[in-house]
């Protein structure tokens, strides 16, 4: 008979796994506990819920929401998952910055946007732009030819304005 704790945490698990755009499984073993204070907070910056679970609730979770996929390798070891509702490549830049410092966490694999990713592509994901830093890009793409297009139609005017101040002041 499963205890109480164990049906509330998978049903959390389920929760989270149903609402969230990115899954990180990571390898927390060898952490102490300052630097996973430290960690749970620059998770807590970047809104990434981090929690440590055992791999069979995980599993449970995953089955109930239909996620396969799931191999032995995902689930060997300490599991903590990373988990981002808004910007899926939070937790990939959050892991990549503390990773600087610390040997840990490793990520094991990735579940994102539904899609399984082996846990080296988070380097590439760290490494992409987050959705303001693309929308930021896509504005100044879409502005450059507005001004373009502006100061184009603008210059013949500019030109007549100098002939006739010239004309002017030749006359005067």
């Known amino acids: 008979m499963p205890n109480s704790k164990n049906i509330e945490q998978v049903k959390e698990l389920s929760d989270s796994f149903s609402r969230a755009k990115a899954v990180y499984f990571t390898e927390y073993h060898g952490l102490n506990v300052g630097d996973m204070t430290k960690l749970r907070s620059e998770f807590f910056k970047a809104d990434v819920e981090y929690k440590v679970a055992k791999n069979t609730l995980i599993k449970l979770a995953a089955e109930e929401n239909k996620i396969s996929g799931l191999d032995g390798q995902l689930l060997k070891g300490s599991t903590a ?80 304005a100098g002939v006739l101040n010239s004309l002017k002041e030749k006359k005067s």
């Open 81 to 160: 998952l990373a988990i981002a509702y808004d910007e899926p490549v939070s937790p990939a830049k959050v892991i990549k910055k503390f990773t600087k410092d610390n040997d840990l966490p490793s990520v094991k694999g990735i579940l994102f946007e539904g899609q399984f990713l082996p846990g080296e592509e988070f380097k590439k994901l760290a490494n992409l732009p987050s959705k303001e830093e693309s929308l930021t890009i896509l504005i100044a793409m879409l502005n450059s030819p507005m001004q373009k297009l502006a100061s184009t139609l603008n210059a013949p005017l500019q030109s007549l």
